[in-house]
């Protein structure tokens, strides 16, 4: 296949904190059946989420599973060891805060926080045709925290790999989202929070339909 006719692929790394909202709404233990029933109760509902927010994680990771973007355009989801790790022990973590960092978990149980990983992140990877990095090193660091720049080096790293690619960083962090919009961070990724994403993949997927639609001369 030449370089012209080669289909583009979209490579996507959610954060953590997209991957905590589902376990947030959906409760523990995560299972693809409960979260294919929110998911379809979400059908019609205003992008972004007028209530909640975290239903736009929901939606943009619903998006992914079929593994493609719009037509034969790929979509695939990549995770790294930094963001596997982190949504275990902030599931794991308990609903009080930290005593150092104040940062507050959902109080899962050990075994349902592993599976969490197990079963959401690298179930989506699995579907999407995606992959895991493995070790990741930090990039945009500062003016990213460290937890930051690990996962946007993940994204540098994919980059590189595929430099054809569109690599996103989909993330409800507001300091990494200003960080990108200010252009504080290098280019090679599109850092979007899951309301933007969900509806670039809409938009695109309703475009095609509609070419689809038009009678050929």
Known sequence: ????????????????????????????????RTFGTAVARLVGSPVPHPENRAHDSLRAVAACTSGRFAGEELLEVWTCDHVNR??????????????????????????????????????????????SIGQAFPDGNPPLDHEDGLVYGACRKLSSDDPLSEV?????????????????????????????????VTASRAQLSIQGMRPRR
């Open 168 to 200: 996103y960083c989909v993330t409800r962090d507001r300091g990494f989202l200003l960080a990108h919009r200010d252009k504080k961070l290098s280019s090679h990724t599109r850092v979007i929070n899951p309301s933007t994403f969900l509806a670039l």
């Open 86 to 131: 982190l949504v275990e022990v902030k599931a794991n973590h308990p609903t009080t805060p930290h005593s150092k960092t104040g940062h507050i978990g959902l109080g899962w149980s050990a075994t349902d926080a592993r599976d969490l990983v197990s079963v959401l992140v690298d179930g989506l990877v699995e579907r999407s045709g995606g992959g």
């Open 1 to 32: 296949m030449s370089a012209d006719t080669e289909v583009k692929r979209h490579l996507v790394i959610f954060d953590c904190n997209v991957y905590l909202d589902i376990a947030s709404v959906l409760g523990s233990p995560f299972s693809w």
